[in-house]
C-alpha cells in the first residue's frame, strides 16, 4: 500500500507577503538536492521576480475548461497523478475550480494527490481557513468565499507562516509589486489599510501558537505524557473566595511576569452538594484583578478540593502552583488531620507549589459550622408536634396485635416514624421522636413489660441498632434536605443573576434593571437607590410615609435603600453580589455620562484651536498686502496709471474678502466658545457639496478628476466645515500638481466610515514631515490671494476632527501626496 504524502503549509496573513515566492524557492532548492519537484499550478499574479523562479523547474501544463462561453485553466490533476513527481508545488490551497472538474475545491485535489503518495508544499492566507472567515470579514468588512476547512491545514505536517511586517506589505504594495497601479490606490485605502494588516498579521500568529499548542497536547496524549513540559511558564493560582485572594494573585502575576511571557490562571473550586462556604462578592473582585493583570478566571466542581486543583493544574500544564497558608489554628489541624495545602504539596509532583502566608493565617480556633438548620423552624415544630403525636397513636395501634414475636415488625413502624419526621421537621425531631421511639420500644413491647428492663440480652442488641439506625436515616434524611434547599436556592440565584446580567445585555438602564430584580427577588415592597448627594436616581415599587428602610452602601457611590421584611443572612450574601454590579453599573453610568458632557465640548474645542492657531499667520497676509496696495494708492507723486490703479483696487478688494472670511470664522470660534454654535452633524451627500467646491476654487474642467461612485452613502457631517476641508486639501493639491497630471479626488465606503482621498503626483512629503505638516505657518506659496481663505491644514484637520473624522497623509503610488479625510457613514 503507497505511503500517504506529507503536506507543507505556507501560511501568510495577506496576499503579497511572499507565499508563492518562498513556494518556488523551496522547490528549486529541493530539486538542488536530487529531489523530482514539479509545478502542479502557480499564481505568479504577473509579477516579474515570482515569474524568475520558474525558470528551471518542470511546470504540468494546465487544462482548459469551457465554462459560459469563457475559457478557463485549471491545475491538471490527471496530468499530476501520471507525472508522480516527488514533490508537487500546488498554490492557493483555497481556490474554488471551474465547474466541471473533477472536485469543487482546489485542497480536494490536493487530498487526491496526497493519497497518491506525492508530497505536496501549499499556499493558504488566514482569511481563507473556515474557522477565522467570520473573524476576519470583521476586521475588513469583506467576505470570503473561497475556504479551506481548518482540519485540512491542520493535517499538515508543517505549517510556515510567511511574515512581513504591515508597513513593509504596504510600501511593497504602493511600489506596484503586489497589484498593478490601477489597483493600489483602492487596496491602499480599503483591505490593505494598516490597522486591517496589523489585526490579520496578529489574527495569523494567534492560530498558529494555538495550533502549536494543540499539537504539543495531541503528541502528550498519544504518549501517555502526563508530566508538566515547561514550554512556558503557566502559573494556577487557588483561591477559596476568602480575603487571601488578591495577595495570592498578584504574588501569582509576579511569578509569571518574571517569566517573561507567562500565563497566569485563578481556579475556584467549588463543592457538587453547593454548601461550601465563599463570599461570591469577594471572588467577583478577585476575578476582575485576575483578568486586569492579564490572567484567566476558571471555575471547577470537586468533591475532594486538593485532587481537583492538582488535576486542574495538570491540564493546563501548569508549571507553578500557588495556593495560602490554612486559615486554620493549629489545634484545629490537629483535630481534623492535613490540610488541603499539604495533600497538594504530596500529590502535586512535579509541579512547584507556592504556600503563600496571608493576614488570615490560622485565624481561626476551631471549625466555623453553621448554626441554622436546613429547614425553617415553623417546619422543625411541626416535625416534634408530629413525633408527640403520631407516637401515641402509633403505639396504641401497635398494642392491638402486640405478642412476643412481634418485636421487628414494631421496630420498623417505629422507624418508618422516625423517618416520615425526619422528612417532616429535619434532624433535631427525628432525633427527639428515635430516642422516644426507643424508649416507648423497651417500655411497652419488650418484655418485662411497663418497664425498662430488659430481660433478654438479644432484645438489648436490637433496641441499640434501632435507636443508631434511627439516628443515622434522620441524619441522611436531614442532610438531603438540606442539599435540596442548598441547589434550589443556588438555581434561583443563578436564575436571578442571569436575569439581571441578560437585561443590561439586552440594552435596559442598568442601574434600573439592578433595582427592580432586587425587589422582585426578595419579595420587597419598595427599592431606591439615592446617590451621595442625596439625589434619588431610581426607584422601584411604592413608598409611603413612615417606612422605615434598611440601607445598604453601594461602594461610595450612594446607599440602596429597602423597604419590606428584614432580610435573612443568607439574602444577603446574595445581595452583596448584587450591590457589587450595582455599584459598577452606577461606575458606568457617571462615565458615560460624562463622556456625552466632554464629546461635544472636546470637538468644539478642537475647531476653535486649529483656527485660532493658524489665524495669526492668515490674517497677517490680506492685512500686509491690502495696506501696501492702500499706501500706493495714496502716493502723491501722480506716476500710477489707470491700469496700476485698478490692479492696486483689484489687490486690496481680494485681501479684504479675505480678511472677511477670517474674521467671519473667528466670530464662529466664539460662538462655539460660548455654546451657541456647534459643529452640526448631519447626513450630507458629497455630490451636493462638490459642485460649490469646483465653483470657490474657480477651475476648468479637466482641472481635477473627480471618481465618486453614484452610489455613495451618505456622510455624517458638517457641510460647511466638510466643504471648507475639500477646498483647503484641492487648494494645496492644485499648487504641487505637475501640468498635465491634474489632482484626483476620489471616495469609497469601507467598515463603516466614508474615505475621501484628495491626491496628487507633485513632489510629496518625506515620512519624517508628515506630522509637520498640519503644523501652523508649515504652507509654502502663500504669495497671492488665490487660495481660498487660506486657513492651513492645520485648520483643515481640526474641521475633520471635530466632525469626529480623521485626517491623514499617505504616498500616492508612483510619486506625490495623498490626504485621506475620513468620516462615518451616516446609519
Known sequence: MTARGRLRVLLGAAPGVGKTYMMLEEGRRLRDTGKDVAVAVVETHDRAATAALLEGLEVIPRKTVEHRGVTLTEMDLDAVLQRHPDIALV?????????????????????????????VISTVNVQHIESLNDVVEQITGVPQRETVPDSVVRSATQIEVVDLTPQSLRDRLAEGQVYPATRIDAALSNYF???????????????????????????????????????????????????????????????????????????HVTSQDGLRETDPAALAAQRKLVEELGGTYHQVVGTDTPEALVTFA??????????????????????????????VVRESGDIDVHIVSHAAAGGRTLPRFRRTGALSVRRRIYGFLLALIAGPLLTLLLLQVRSPDSLTAE????????????????????????ILSGLTLDFVFVSPYN???????????????????????????DQAARRTRSAARASAESELLATVAGGVIRGDDAVQSLVSRTREAFGLKAVRFTADDDHVQTTDGEIDDGDVPTRVPVGTRGTLELYGNDLQAADRRLLSVIVSQ?????????????????????????????LLAAVGHDLRRPLATATAAVTSLRSTDGKLSARDRA??????????????????????????????????????????????????????????????????????????????????????????????????????AFGGKIEIRVSDSGPGVPDERKEEIFHPFQRTGDTDNSAGIGLGLALTKGFVEGMGGTLTPEDTPGGGLTMVLSLPMDA
Open 91 to 119: 498554490d492557493e490551497l483555497a481556490h474554488t475550480n471551474a465547474p466541471g472538474s473533477a472536485h469543487e475545491k482546489r485542497w480536494q485535489d490536493v487530498e487526491t494527490i496526497l493519497d497518491a503518495g506525492i508530497d
Open 193 to 267: 489599510r494598516l490597522g486591517n494588516l496589523t489585526a490579520l498579521r496578529e489574527l495569523t500568529l494567534l492560530w498558529l501558537a494555538d495550533e502549536v499548542d494543540s499539537s504539543l497536547q495531541r503528541y502528550r496524549a498519544e504518549h501517555g505524557i502526563d508530566q508538566k513540559w515547561e514550554a512556558r511558564e503557566r502559573v494556577v493560582v487557588a483561591l477559596t473566595g476568602g480575603p487571601e485572594g488578591e495577595t495570592l494573585i498578584r504574588r501569582g502575576a509576579r511569578v509569571a511576569a518574571r517569566s517573561g511571557s507567562g500565563d497566569l490562571l485563578a481556579v
Open 411 to 434: 421496630a420498623l413502624a417505629y422507624q418508618l416514624l422516625v423517618v416520615v419526621v425526619a422528612l417532616v421537621g429535619g434532624i433535631w425531631p427525628a432525633l427527639f421522636a428515635a
Open 647 to 748: 490692479e492696486l483696487l483689484e489687490t486690496a478688494d481680494l485681501s479684504l474678502q479675505s480678511l472677511a472670511g477670517l474674521l467671519t470664522n473667528l466670530l464662529d470660534v466664539s460662538r462655539v466658545q460660548a455654546g451657541v454654535l456647534a459643529v452640526s452633524l448631519e447626513p450630507v451627500d458629497l455630490d451636493d457639496i462638490l459642485p460649490p467646491i469646483i465653483d470657490e476654487l474657480a477651475v476648468k474642467p479637466g482641472d481635477i478628476v473627480i471618481d465618486v461612485p453614484t452610489d455613495l452613502p451618505e456622510v455624517r457631517a458638517d457641510a460647511i466645515l466638510l466643504q471648507r476641508a475639500i477646498v483647503n486639501l484641492l487648494s494645496n493639491a492644485l499648487r504641487y500638481s505637475p501640468k498635465g497630471e491634474p489632482p484626483r479626488v476620489s471616495a469609497s
Open 582 to 610: 450595582l455599584d459598577a453599573a452606577v461606575e458606568h453610568a457617571d462615565l458615560s455620562t460624562a463622556a456625552k458632557e466632554v464629546g461635544p465640548l472636546e470637538a468644539t474645542d478642537r475647531v476653535r484651536t486649529a
Open 314 to 343: 495538570r491540564a493546563s500544564n501548569a508549571t507553578q502552583l500557588v495556593i495560602g497558608v490554612s486559615r486554620r489554628s493549629r489545634l484545629t489541624a490537629l483535630l481534623t488531620g492535613s490540610g488541603v495545602g499539604a495533600t
Open 451 to 477: 418497664t425498662l428492663t430488659i430481660g433478654r440480652p438479644t432484645h438489648l442488641i436490637a433496641l441499640g441498632l434501632y435507636v443508631v439506625i434511627a439516628v443515622l436515616v434522620s441524619v441522611v434524611v
